[in-house]
């Protein structure tokens, strides 16, 4: 059986899991954290997850194992079967994963782990966030997905990363530039979540979060 290794907490781990539970493909979770040890870094050449363990080998960047699970299960078409609308998923994927999350990710150490972030790193940042926000608006329908009227896999990267991208600029410059944007990811997060496989995303990561608090 597929195993899906990362832990809880990490949206890209979360990405993964919610296209797996979606579309009822069976998987095993495996708990594993980021680190620069031998023994990930045999498995995921980074040392990040998720990762994914097959019996033809590991497959790491979560993109890269969505790809993989369209092909090996055509049937659960995880990708619209137009062509053009696969693009268009695969595209705003790419925009919320890259474009926004990847640099909002610059933020997060001060953001959600007690760290610091250089001055001029938050200048770039805010230049970066607001160039990168306003194109993502220019093709985000939120009508109410992302990609219009019906729920496609782009919704996976959305649903884990936009609280992410509002939190850490909410907490780094006290402004959420997604709303400030006029992209209401707290709306479009509840209706995600009326999705059996977004709750069990959300409820397995709240759960970690109270498991880790020291008591
Ligand atoms: N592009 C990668 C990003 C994965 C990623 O950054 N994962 C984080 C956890 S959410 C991680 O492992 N961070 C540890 C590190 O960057 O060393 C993907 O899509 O899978």
């Not at 997850?49 to 790809?67: K, M, R, W």
């Not at 400030?180 to 990811?185: F, L, M, T, V, Y």
């Not at 059996?196 to 397995?204: L, S, Y």
Request: net charge neutral; charged share 25%.
């Amino acid at each position: 059986m597929i195993k899906l290794c990362g832990f809880a907490l990490s949206n890209y781990y979360n990405k993964v899991k919610f296209v797996l539970l979606e579309h009822g493909i069976a998987f095993e979770e495996v708990f594993v954290t980021p680190s620069q040890d031998n023994t990930l870094l045999e498995h995921s050449p980074l040392g990040k997850v998720p990762y994914l363990q097959t019996e033809d080998g590991d497959l790491c960047e979560s993109q890269c194992i969505v790809e993989y699970l369209a092909a090996r299960f055509p049937d659960k078409q995880i990708f619209s079967a137009d062509p053009w609308l696969a693009a268009k998923e695969r595209e705003m994927i790419f925009f919320v994963d890259v474009h926004l999350e990847l640099t909002a990710r610059n933020l997060y150490k001060e953001a959600f782990f007690g760290g610091t972030v250089s001055d001029g790193t938050k200048g770039h940042i805010e230049k970066l966030l607001m160039h990168h926000i306003a194109g993502f608006k220019r093709i985000a329908k939120l009508a109410p997905y992302l990609c219009g009227e019906r729920f496609s896999v782009a919704d996976t990267a959305g649903y884990v990363s936009l609280p992410l991208v509002g939190a850490a600029t909410q907490a780094v410059y006290g402004r959420d530039f997604l709303l400030e944007a006029g992209i209401d990811w707290k709306s479009y997060v509840k209706t995600i979540n009326a999705r059996p496989a977004a709750q069990r995303v959300t409820e397995d990561r709240k759960a970690y979060i109270a498991a880790s608090r020291p008591s």
